[in-house]
């Protein structure tokens, strides 16, 4: 979710608006070996998602390794291999709007939010955030549930939270066969807001893990912005009991604001009940 980048300059708007990601700097810089070509923008576009600003970026794996990466709708993740496995047929199926990838379920997903004195050990604030918005899914009854530890060892994890230097926001990834999407990582600029703002980034992310979508796509309005990031002829069918028009307090929405208070809207519920 792309931090609209004149809020710096604006700073007499009483609320700011906030993205669900940092904005890209240096060390995130395009790579020879992965390039966003036509092909990669068409394979984006058949999949619904926006390929309006799509980046190449290098990822750090949870190994401490890189690997050339896409970066799409400013907090999604999709390797090239990914992108390319990825159904362009199936459809997006649900409103919350969802991919073609979920998590089988029922299972048990196990998260581990990073500790130690590194800088990818999470905040005070980011680990009492985590742990609301984890208590948040698990209190749904869900068919998947997620335990929780705090640890610096990620032996047996299924999600890895970590810290990194950046503006407030974080980003994630799509699930692949099956499983969730291995990491999210949370933006050090999370540090200066509240544990509610931490909780909602979280759990905004670890939606994306699961294979939900932005709610707003069709106008990104959250984000100040009038893009509809576009169903491709792939479709996005209504959850019957969600409305069809912005949901101004989802916590999928693009873009965040200041107040948020961690909490899933009842259509939010009603989508990940549907889902899982």
Do not use: W
Not at 40 to 63: E, F, G, S, Y
Not at 252 to 264: P, Q
């Amino acid at each position: 979710m792309k931090k609209i980048k004149s809020i710096l300059a604006l700073s007499f708007i009483a609320l700011a608006v906030l993205s669900c990601n940092k904005e890209e700097e240096a060390g995130q810089s395009n790579q020879e070996s992965l390039k966003v070509t036509q092909d990669v923008l068409n394979k984006i576009d058949a999949l619904a998602l926006n390929n309006k600003d799509v980046q190449v970026i290098k990822n750090t794996k949870l190994d401490g390794t890189t690997e050339d990466a896409f970066l799409v709708e400013g907090d999604i993740i999709v390797t090239e291999e990914q992108l390319n496995k990825m159904d362009l047929h199936g459809g997006i199926t649900t409103e919350q709007y969802r991919t073609t990838n979920l998590v089988s379920a029922p299972r048990t997903i196990k998260v581990v939010g990073l500790t130690g004195t590194g800088t990818t050990a999470l905040s005070t604030v980011m680990r009492n955030g985590l742990t609301a918005a984890i208590n948040r899914y698990n209190n749904l009854g869900l068919s998947i549930n997620f335990t929780l530890t705090f640890s610096s060892s990620t032996s047996g994890a299924n999600i890895v939270v970590r810290r990194q230097t950046g503006s407030a926001g974080g980003v994630a990834g799509f699930p692949s066969g099956g499983a969730p999407y291995n990491s999210v990582t949370l933006y050090s600029g999370l540090d200066s807001y509240s544990t509610n703002v931490n909780a909602h980034v979280a759990a905004h992310e670890i939606g994306h893990c699961i294979g939900l979508r932005h709610t707003d796509y069709f106008s990104r309005q959250s984000c100040g912005q009038n893009s509809n990031e576009g169903a491709a002829g792939v479709g996005a069918i209504h959850i019957p009991g969600t409305p069809t028009g912005y949901d101004s307090t989802s916590y999928m929405r693009a873009c965040f604001t200041s107040s948020e208070t961690g909490a899933f809207n009842t259509n939010d519920v009603t989508a990940l009940n549907y889902l899982y």
